[in-house]
């Protein structure tokens, strides 16, 4: 089984070491488990999951050039581009932690 775990951050507060937790146990159950994680922020629990599984931090932050046209309005609003993090990648399972990385989730398998 594949499985993508996306976290919003990696921090030891509640939700990411809750996570953690979760993450920890189902490699601990379940056998022949394939996982990535997905961390849309970095913290001091990353080296934790990267004991784990391949494990990638986003940069999500706005380039700056990018950050003068919008202020310009001369380009939209920035949205990072996570799905390039998983192209060409298949799961069959995404645990999203949180409501702000369901997004990621459906933008990879919109159905």
């Not at 921090?11 to 601990?28: M, T, Y």
């Not at 990267?50 to 949205?79: I, Q, Y």
Request: net charge neutral; aromatic share 10%; proline share 5%.
């Amino acid at each position: 089984m594949r499985v993508l775990f996306i976290s919003h951050e990696a921090n030891p507060s509640g939700a990411p070491a809750a996570f953690l937790h979760i993450v920890k146990e189902l490699f601990d159950s379940v056998k022949n488990l394939e996982a990535e994680v997905l961390l849309l922020k970095g913290g001091a629990l990353e080296k934790e999951f990267g004991k784990m599984c391949n494990t990638v931090v986003c940069d999500n932050s706005e380039p700056f050039f990018h950050k003068v046209l919008r202020k310009l309005k001369l380009a939209s609003e920035w949205k990072p581009d996570y799905a390039n993090q998983l192209r060409n990648r298949s799961f069959n399972l995404i645990y999203a932690n949180t409501v702000a990385t369901l997004q990621i989730a459906m933008e990879k398998y919109p159905d």
